[in-house]
């Protein structure tokens, strides 16, 4: 038990790791989650994966219920970020960012490292660039629309 001890602080801190610059991004952002909430998931989400490994074994089938609960979780923590104004919703890509670090954190318990880390950097790619484009290029019409300067002074 306990010379498994190094393995799991391993598979935490990089879990940690890997969802501090999503997180980091959010807080930012100033979006509803940041810095903690994301490591947070990720390494709750590590650490039942582990849990899952060591109680379970190679049992697939209740390996697959662990991730399916853990999913449910992490799917209700990341509708908390989804806010509604009127016909405007706002949070969508930190509730998926949410979702993604939960699959980073459980990706890493598995031992699936290369795949938590591609995680990580894809969303914090979409996030940190994609994320400027699409508001730079933002037309103001429907759900979304932001009154434009009309030039005329108020």
């Known amino acids: 038990m306990w010379g498994d001890v190094p393995n799991h602080l391993v598979r935490l801190a990089l879990a940690f790791l890997f969802a501090l610059p999503v997180g980091w991004n959010?807080?930012?952002e100033a979006r509803s989650a940041g810095l903690r909430t994301f490591p947070i998931v990720a390494m709750a989400s590590c650490g039942l994966s582990i849990?899952?490994?060591e109680i379970l074994g190679e049992r697939a089938p209740e390996q697959a219920r662990i991730l399916q609960g853990?999913?449910?979780?992490?799917?209700f923590v990341g509708g908390g970020a989804i806010l509604k104004s009127g016909s405007t919703v706002h949070g969508t890509a930190t509730a998926a960012s949410i979702l993604n670090v939960g699959v980073i954190g459980a990706a890493v318990g598995f031992g699936f490292y290369d795949l938590g880390l591609i995680l990580a950097l894809a969303n914090f790619l979409v996030l940190a660039i994609?994320?400027?484009?699409?508001?730079k290029h933002k037309e103001p019409s429907g759900d979304n629309a932001e009154p434009r300067d009309?030039?005329?002074?108020r």
Do not use: N, Q, W, Y
């Open 26 to 28: 959010r807080e930012r």
């Open 51 to 53: 849990l899952a490994i």
């Open 70 to 75: 853990l999913f449910t979780g992490v799917g």
């Open 130 to 135: 994609i994320t400027p484009l699409k508001d």
């Open 150 to 153: 009309s030039g005329k002074s």
